[in-house]
């Protein structure tokens, strides 16, 4: 026997209207998805349980410690010496403080102290006895020979000639105020300097019968050999 659908069992005529049933549904599910609110459970926010370490105060002793009070000095006594009244006490001091308006006051003017004033000694340039080279002039001559080092800028450049020093002779024989008159230069006024200030004591001058200072002028002479 063959089996025949009927017309109302076909479901592919009715799928139109199931399809519409179907996007009503879902757009129905979607503006109500919109349309819906949900209202968060409000909390208290501070109700995060938060562990603090309290740290312990620490006390200090601020208590004042107070000096000790220092001891009373004793006052110390005084002898009082009592004196008769017929007996006269001479008072080491006079002073006089009454001053009115009349009183003149002197102006005080400091004193000048002055200072002694040293007398220099007069130099002389001519004397009775001349000061004169230990030894004599032939000692002089021998101690300006072995003492001279001609200078090495003057013997390169041939510089030959005469220094003129003066000096002065004191009292005691020392040889002071050592300068150049006239000079020929490369050297040779400062090698002549330098002997005449390493000489030994002279034998000074005198100006009747006692030593004075003398104005002496010696020249120093320079020469190549050969």
Known sequence: MDKRKTTKADLERKRPFFIEIGLIVALALVFLGFEWKQYEKEGNQFETEVDYDVEEDIVLNTQREEPPKPKKQQP?????????????VEDELNIDAEADDETVVEDYEPVEVSEPEVEEQEIFTVVEEQPSFPGGEQARMKYLQENIEYPQMARESGIEGTVF???VVEPDGSVTDVR???????GCDEEALRVVRNMPKWKPGKQRGKSVRVQFNMPIRFKLQG
């Open 76 to 88: 110390e006594s005084q002898t009082l010496n009592i004196v008769e009244d017929d007996v006269e």
């Open 165 to 167: 020093v003066t000096f």
């Open 180 to 186: 150049i008159l006239r000079g020929i230069g490369g």
